[in-house]
Structures are given as structure tokens and as C-alpha cells.
């Protein structure tokens, strides 16, 4: 089965939005998730001048817990359009 121009051009532009897409979402999350790290950082290490540690711990929690859904809204933001 041949494809006409059309039915080509936009089974490329598909594609390349899904892998476009895809990557742009999930740089996306990465950076809200590093941004709440380092003001969640920033915020505990002014409260309590000398726990680092524990301020570390509890920013890269915090970094974890918003890119637990990561994935799902990638896919989302990915292939919802291509369907």
C-alpha cells in the first residue's frame, strides 16, 4: 500500500511530535521538579541553619515525589495528540 504525499507528510509530522513531544515534556518536568528542590532547599536551610543533611533529604523526597507521575503525563502530552 502506497502512501500519497499527504498521508506521508503526516504520518512523519506524527511521529515526530510523539518523539518531540515526549522529549520536551519530560525536560519540562525535570526542571519544575529541580526547581521545588532547590527552593524546598533553600526554605529549610533558612529555618534551620545547620541540617543540611536533612534538608537534602528532605529536597530530593520532594524531587522524587513530583516526578513519580512523570511518565504518564510524557505519554500523555506525547501521544494524546497523535491519536
Not at 50 to 58: L, P
Amino acid at each position: 500500500m502506497r502512501l500519497n504525499a499527504w498521508k506521508r507528510l503526516g504520518v512523519v509530522a506524527s511521529v515526530l511530535w510523539a518523539v518531540g513531544g515526549a522529549i520536551y515534556q519530560r525536560h519540562h518536568n525535570i526542571y519544575i521538579a529541580q526547581d521545588a528542590m532547590d527552593s524546598s532547599y533553600s526554605t529549610c536551610i533558612a529555618a534551620n541553619h545547620s541540617d543540611y543533611t536533612g534538608c537534602m533529604d528532605r529536597a530530593q523526597q520532594l524531587h522524587e515525589i513530583i516526578l513519580a507521575g512523570s511518565r504518564y503525563t510524557v505519554a500523555m502530552f506525547a501521544l494524546l495528540p497523535v491519536v
